[in-house]
């Protein structure tokens, strides 16, 4: 590694969490270069260090370390450069954490729906898929089993025939609600990238932003959000000739109603789909008393979560990651003052969200050896 990078991202232009990574070495200033998952070393080096789970993004640094998972990653240099991007103010830290879960989990829907259900997308994303097919490797992981699993996830993740109408009409409006907000402000918080915007970017660029049936809708709706898509991907502030803020969080923890309007939408299927969610995870580990803390935690779990949408039924493979982020912001307000507690469950409630505060699993998740674990 040469000694000016500080950090090898193993990841891909395709990939939606390795956008939340390489946006954030970006705007963090870190030296990196990125590399797709395949090479001799990440095979004989990396992939054991990161827990054996072939995941992308991967980071090694320049000492050998090797941490998996993007969440991990950045908290990681949060804490090493004293957490630039998490605002000090409670009612914007607790937002940012809250997209930081929309953007990991809550937007795969449109993001896998617009990349796998459009023949116009296949020849960029066919060939990136090439570049991180590792050599050898099992037969889920050859170009043409990823793209057979991806196509499934279509079906998982709710994205049915008789539902694809519907999905992209919630996509659609979210999409003029974000345009509306980015017109006004640079960034989600203000003047510069907060935690939240990291976890937006990754399924808004990989997927949305630049497969080609989706980035066309944004040149038709949603032309400020490919402008913050692109300013996150720049490391100036790159704000646009409207836009006059400082390069900071708003003041006062302020909370833009342009942004307390997005989460409204995002609402509509986030709480219902996490409420289902978290009772099929439950009931799943309340099946099985003998699950021995360090265990594994599995990207998605067997059963189904059922919900219903503006009187519309739903249904989505469940992942439990959702919660470990999720937790995140269940403590931050757990552990405010309680004056500032109320407040922040009326932020949450003035969007309908407030109900995310109770969604916990009888069973923590923590992580040991780069992998997500039962406690």
């Not at 409670?90 to 259900?117: C, M, N, T």
């Not at 009409?169 to 640079?186: Q, T």
């Not at 976890?199 to 400020?224: C, F, N, Q």
């Amino acid at each position: 590694m040469k000694e000016s990078v500080k950090a090898t991202l193993y990841g891909s232009p395709v990939s939606l969490y390795s956008g939340k990574v390489r946006s954030y070495f970006i705007k963090a200033g870190i030296p990196f270069r990125e590399e797709p998952p395949v090479t001799d070393h990440y095979e004989d080096v990396v992939l054991e260090k990161a827990g054996g789970r072939r995941s992308m993004p991967t980071v090694e640094l320049s000492d050998g370390q090797v941490i998996r998972d993007s969440a991990a990653i950045i908290t990681h240099f949060e804490a090493e450069l004293g957490s630039p991007f998490i605002p000090d103010t409670p009612k914007q830290k607790v937002i940012s954490l809250l997209f930081d879960v929309i953007g990991a989990e809550g937007l795969l829907r449109p993001a896998v729906h617009y990349r796998w259900r459009f023949p116009e997308n296949l020849p960029l994303v066919l060939s990136h898929f090439e570049e991180i097919t590792p050599k050898n490797g099992p037969p889920q992981f050859t170009v043409a089993g990823r793209i057979e699993q991806m196509q499934q996830a279509c079906t998982k993740l709710g994205v049915t025939q008789d539902r694809i109408e519907f999905v992209e009409s919630l996509y659609l409006r979210l999409l003029k609600k974000l345009d509306a907000h980015f017109e006004r402000h640079p960034y989600l918080l203000g003047g510069k990238p907060s935690i939240g915007d990291f976890g937006l970017i990754g399924p808004m660029y990989a997927h949305l932003s630049r497969d080609i049936k989706p980035l066309t809708l944004m040149h038709e709706h949603g032309v400020h959000v490919l402008c913050w898509a692109e300013r996150m991907n720049r490391p100036d502030p790159g704000f646009s000739p409207a836009h006059e803020p400082e390069e900071d969080f708003l003041c006062n923890d302020e909370i833009p109603e342009t942004l307390l309007e997005i989460l409204r939408h995002i609402a509509l299927d986030f709480v219902p789909e996490t409420q289902a969610a978290c009772d099929v995870v439950n009931e799943w580990i309340d099946s099985r008393p003998e699950l021995v803390s360090g265990t594994k935690v599995e990207r998605s779990l067997g059963g189904d979560a059922i919900f219903d949408v503006e009187g519309k039924r739903m249904s989505s493979v469940v992942m439990p990651y959702r919660f470990y982020l999720l937790k995140r912001l269940q403590d931050e307000v757990a552990t405010s003052p309680a004056a500032m507690k109320q407040e922040l469950i009326q932020l949450l409630a003035s969007v309908n969200m407030e109900e995310l505060l109770d969604m916990t699993l009888t069973r923590g998740i923590g992580r040991a050896h780069n992998l997500e674990v039962w406690e």
